[in-house]
């Protein structure tokens, strides 16, 4: 009887060496992989992130449409196209102020809408 007690007694911490191998296993196969990814496979994520944010868009911005019962537009819009510029970290004021420089040579806008801007929208800008 004494042997039986002793025998079931070392079946549980086996199990659990067994347990704790088969999870070590888990997480060293997954260390690996993500070592593969970043040293191996880093360079290509790196370019297809760098692709993505710098995107260039060119399409109309089509907007919706209002309708009255008998289906006469109430509501027409017309498409504007928009030069969106996100300030990233370490972009100093000069850096920004050279970009706005260098627009200011390709946008074309007319002298009356220009004039019509005021002090808060022209800060809205800077």
Request: net charge positive; glycine share 4%; charged share 30%.
């Amino acid at each position: 009887m004494k042997k039986h007690e002793k025998k079931s007694g070392r079946a549980i911490p086996t199990r659990l060496n067994i347990l704790f191998l088969c999870v070590f296993l888990l997480f060293s196969a997954m260390i690996i992989q993500l070592g593969k990814v970043q040293i191996f496979d880093g360079e290509t994520y790196k370019n297809e992130v760098e692709k993505r944010e710098n995107a260039t868009v060119s399409l109309s911005v089509p907007r919706g449409k209002i309708f009255d019962r008998e289906g006469n537009p109430v509501v027409d819009n017309t498409s504007l196209r928009t030069i969106t510029y996100t300030k990233m970290k370490g972009v100093k004021s000069e850096d920004i102020l050279k970009t706005a420089r260098q627009l200011v040579d390709i946008i074309e806008m007319p002298q009356e809408d220009i004039a019509k801007l005021t002090e808060t929208d022209k800060k809205d800008f800077w």
